[in-house]
C-alpha cells in the first residue's frame, strides 16, 4: 500500500500510515525534535532533521541540532550531523542520483550539506554574523530544494513571526572553495512575504511550490510561482486557511500540506481544490510519501 510518513514534532516519532485510511503502520519513536524528512526506497534509507531539545519559547539558541539516517523500519539509527555543528535542522532534500544531503539550520544561519553517510559536512551559504550566534531572525534559513536544471539551491528565510519580512534565495549547488559568508552568486527572487516555510520544486514545469505560516490573508497559504533563469514570476496564492503551515510534499496529482494543528491537508493540482485529510493529536511538520513496497 502506498504510504505518507510525517513528523509528529512533539510526540518525537515518525509515523509511517497508509496514504487512504491513515492507518498507523509503524513508527519510528525518539526521533528527536523533527523537522525535515526524506525518504531513500532504493537504499531503504529515511533521513530526518532534529531542531534540538533546548527550547526558550519558539527559540533554540543552542547548538544541539542534528540529522539522522535509518533503515525504513527505523533499525540501525546513525547521527549523520551533530555534537555541536547545527544549531537547528529544519527542511531537508536528497540528491538521490549524488547521495547528498541538503539542509537549513535556523538558529545557525546557514545552508548545509553532508554525504548520505555523513561525510563531506560543509557549509554552502552562511548569512549574519558569526560572532553573534544564534543569528539574527531576519538571516534565520528554514525551506529548502534543489533546481538540478541549473545546479541551484533555493531556500528560504522565513523572518520575524507573522512580520511580512520573508523571501526566497537562490545561489549555485557548489561554493567551489569560496567563503559562503562572502557568496557573490545570491539571488532574492521574492522578498516581503508573509512568513516563508517549505519549498517544492516541480523541475519538470519549472514551478515553486512553498507553504506560509504568516499573518493572514496571505499568510497561513499554499503558493507558486513560475521558475527561470531570471527569477521567480507569476506569484500566486493557490490555497489558505492552513494553522502554521509547514511540511509540503507532491505525489502525482496531489500536494500534501502538514501544519501544526495536527492536521495533514491534499491540494488537487488539477481541480485546484484543498482537502483536509486527517487530523492527529500532534504538531506536524515535515511529510514525504513512498510506494507500495513493505518494509515490516
Known amino acids: 500500500m502506498d504510504t505518507i510518513i510525517y513528523l509528529n514534532l512533539f510526540e518525537s516519532k515518525i509515523v509511517f500510515a497508509d496514504k487512504n485510511s491513515y492507518e498507523t503502520l509503524w513508527e519510528i519513536k525518539d526521533a528527536g525534535a523533527t523537522d525535515g524528512i526524506q525518504v531513500d526506497e532504493a537504499n531503504g534509507k529515511i533521513?530526518?532533521?532534529?531542531?534540538?531539545?533546548?527550547?526558550?519559547?519558539?527559540?533554540?539558541?543552542?547548538n544541539d541540532g542534528a540529522v539522522w539516517k535509518a533503515d525504513i523500519d527505523g533499525k540501525n539509527k546513525t547521527l549523520l550531523v551533530g555534537n555541536g555543528d547545527i544549531y537547528?535542522?529544519?527542511?531537508?532534500c536528497l540528491d538521490h542520483e549524488?547521495?547528498?544531503?541538503?539542509?537549513?539550520?535556523?538558529?545557525?544561519?546557514?545552508?548545509?550539506?553532508?554525504?548520505?553517510?555523513?561525510?563531506?559536512?560543509?557549509?554552502?551559504?552562511?548569512?549574519?554574523?558569526?560572532d553573534s550566534l544564534p543569528v539574527d531572525i531576519l538571516d534565520q534559513c528554514v525551506g529548502i530544494t534543489l533546481d538540478k536544471k541549473r545546479r541551484q539551491i533555493l531556500w528560504t528565510q522565513?523572518?520575524?513571526?507573522?512580520?511580512?519580512?520573508?523571501?526566497?534565495?537562490?545561489?549555485?549547488?557548489?561554493?567551489?572553495?569560496?567563503?559562503?559568508?562572502?557568496?557573490?552568486?545570491?539571488?532574492?527572487?521574492?522578498?516581503?512575504?508573509?512568513?516563508?516555510?517549505?519549498?517544492?520544486?516541480?523541475?519538470?514545469?519549472?514551478?515553486?511550490?512553498?507553504?506560509?505560516r504568516g499573518k493572514e490573508p496571505e499568510g497561513n497559504s499554499l503558493n507558486k510561482a513560475k521558475l527561470d533563469d531570471s527569477g521567480l514570476s507569476n506569484y500566486q496564492i493557490i490555497a489558505?486557511?492552513?494553522?502554521?503551515?509547514?511540511?509540503?510534499?507532491?505525489?502525482?496529482?496531489?500536494?500534501?500540506?502538514?501544519?501544526?494543528?495536527g492536521a495533514l491537508y491534499k491540494f488537487s493540482l488539477s481541480t485546484g481544490t484543498l482537502k483536509k485529510d486527517h487530523q492527529t493529536d500532534g504538531k506536524i511538520t515535515g511529510l514525504t510519501v513512498m510506494n507500495s513496497k513493505s518494509y515490516l
Open 158 to 212: 522565513k523572518g520575524p513571526s507573522k512580520g511580512g519580512l520573508g523571501a526566497i534565495f537562490r545561489c549555485g549547488m557548489e561554493i567551489n572553495g569560496g567563503d559562503p559568508e562572502r557568496r557573490d552568486d545570491i539571488e532574492v527572487l521574492l522578498d516581503k512575504l508573509p512568513e516563508p516555510i517549505d519549498l517544492y520544486l516541480d523541475a519538470e514545469n519549472d514551478i515553486l511550490y512553498w507553504t506560509d
Open 98 to 130: 549524488a547521495q547528498v544531503l541538503y539542509f537549513c539550520d535556523r538558529e545557525g544561519g546557514r545552508v548545509l550539506s553532508c554525504n548520505t553517510d555523513g561525510s563531506n559536512f560543509k557549509t554552502l551559504v552562511s548569512r549574519g554574523r558569526r
Open 240 to 261: 489558505t486557511g492552513f494553522k502554521e503551515a509547514i511540511g509540503l510534499e507532491r505525489d502525482g496529482d496531489n500536494l500534501y500540506i502538514a501544519d501544526l494543528s
Open 88 to 92: 537547528t535542522g529544519k527542511q531537508l
Open 47 to 62: 533521513y530526518w532533521t532534529d531542531m534540538g531539545r533546548y527550547w526558550v519559547g519558539d527559540v533554540l539558541p543552542k
